[in-house]
């Protein structure tokens, strides 16, 4: 219905040819259903992306703490791996070997206990598993056959140093431990035995302890089998724990990484866990943490949004019922011209207010940022690393709401503030727009063509603004490792309209999309990988239309877009072409 459709509707219900006051409640509702509408899903949409923000954060702590565990794994066996292979690469060590002479042998090794934390006694095996001799001895181990072992299958399967499963050794004193198990050969590459370091498990506990965290998190690890090596709630030393029956158990020792809700293995209640796998070893690393504690940030974040949205809904329905209030004023005029004044009075006033109540959002939200600086910079010490990250995340979200309203602001100014259209050369507007992005195009080495372009009739500051957001695009969603290439060039004329294009060679997007990016807050995009608020395409399309002109893209995934302008054209003029003297 356009704006002469909606004045006879109000002149109808209010100038009493339709007196019945049923009618008048409809438009009542109406209006407030308009009025409070846009505000409310502007909130619901925010509490949507903080939710999802916040919920990513949570996951991505989760991730970060198990790749960091699954570092810290490897990076451990990796030096037991080097160190045996160190020691077996000796020449007199495998000299002794070679002669059968184990218990020298064995005594060049004897300080490798004492140096090396992790070590708890070595010992060397022939190749058919038999202990010849320990460093510190153990009583009845040596002559024993342990072909049986998991370490003697998996190193002689390929005589390449192998990590075995824990295991509850025979000697006294009986308790688990890991083998690492390296082949000794020859400088011929002759297979003369096998060098065994013997690990605790109480070493994987400390390594696990190393990467917990302060917020009540646990980490925990699993051998190939799926059977718990450490882990805070079972003792170093108590029977072997098998929970492979778990999902994500399951998942990390099949190499798989991510990150699931729900109960964990040996801990009752919902947890957050992240599992990542240990490459080259088999096992898997789980960080866990109960559920409740995971998500307290993101419930605290939701209570503020939604305080922030019903602020928003008060002021929203507040003015609905000024609005409402002074439509029924409309009553008590005594002319048809009267109605009419009045009628287009208001309508002006429902017109700004989304304008007046982002403008007026403003404050707010500088005195936030003002006051989160001045937490910053003078209490950072009482605040703590955990204060600090989220002080963080509250002035980047501040600073997203103040860009997100700027663009609101943005947007009603193009129909309550535009000027009347004059002559306006393009060239001009696009050298200055060019100028604005310098700093952009140098950090990207972007190469930014532009074409001899007509002199339109419009709004300047306008087409500053429409052609400042579609140049900024072109060089944000460009492809990853690549310089971006945006050509503006006069592609068509008819009649008294030109089509300008603005060709870029960035990632595009699918043309299915097309006509859904001009809607306000669609993105195509997550925001984590191309900043922006959604609107800056909306903003575009608003300033087109309100040139009676049209703005149509074209585009392909990974191969660029094109968005194509139509303005109407200046009409010839003597002297300069853009009208100015």
Known sequence: ??????????????????????????????????IVAPPLALAVLAYARVRADATEMV????????????????????????????????????????????????????GVPREFR??????????????????????????????????????????????SEPYRRTAAPPRYV?????????????????????????????????????????????????????????????????????????????????????DDPLRPGAHVSAFEPVADYGWGVVASQ?????FATRQRALRSVLVM???????????????????????LATTRQAELVRTRTELEQMKLFNFVASHDLQEPLHKLTLFADVLAREHADALGTEG????????????????????????????????????????????????????????TGAEVELAPLPTVLADRAQMETLFRNLLGNALKFRRPGESPHVRVACVGRNGDRCEVAVEDHGIGFDERHATRIFEPFRRLHPRHAYEGSGLGLAICHRIVQRHKGSLRARSMPGEGSTFVVTLPTAPPREGRSDGRA
């Open 59 to 110: 996951l991505a702590r989760r991730r970060a703490v198990a790749q960091m565990g699954a570092a810290a794994v490897r990076e451990r066996l990796d030096h037991l791996t080097t160190l045996g292979r160190s020691l077996a690469g000796r020449v007199r060590f495998r000299s002794l070997i070679a002669e059968g002479r184990w218990r020298e042998a064995v005594a060049i090794l004897e």
């Open 309 to 331: 949205g019903g602020l928003v809904l008060l002021i929203a329905a507040i003015a609905a019922y000024a609005a409402i209030a002074a439509l029924d004023t409309l009553r």
């Open 118 to 163: 992790d070590v708890e006694r070595v010992f060397l095996a022939d190749r058919a598993g038999v202990e010849r001799a320990d460093a510190p001895p153990l009583p009845g181990a040596v002559g024993k056959s342990f072909a049986h072992r998991d370490w003697y299958r998996g190193v002689t399967a390929t005589w390449r140093p192998y990590v």
């Open 388 to 443: 600090r990250a989220r002080l963080a995340i509250l002035v980047d979200a501040a600073a997203r709401m103040r860009a997100l309203v700027e663009q609101m602001l943005q947007l009603a100014r193009v129909a309550t503030r535009g000027r009347e259209p004059v002559p306006v050369a393009l060239d001009d507007v696009l050298a200055s727009v060019r100028a604005e992005h310098a700093p952009t195009i140098a950090a």
């Open 178 to 262: 890991i083998a690492v198990a390296i082949p000794i050969e020859s400088a011929a590459g002759a297979r003369l035995g096998i060098l065994v370091l013997q690990v605790k498990l109480d070493s994987f506990r400390r390594w696990s302890r190393e990467v917990m965290l302060e917020d009540a998190g646990f980490v925990y690890f699993v051998d190939r089998r799926g059977r718990v090596i450490a882990h805070p709630d079972v003792p170093a030393q108590a029977p072997i724990v098998d929970v492979s029956y778990a999902a994500l158990v399951r998942r990390v020792i099949a190499g798989e990484r991510g990150v699931l809700v729900g």
């Open 290 to 294: 109960a559920t409740p504690l995971a």
């Open 1 to 34: 219905m356009g704006k002469e459709g909606v004045i006879a509707r109000l002149r109808a219900a209010y100038g009493g040819r339709v007196s019945s006051a049923r009618t008048r409640r409809a438009m009542h509702a109406a209006l407030a259903v308009a």
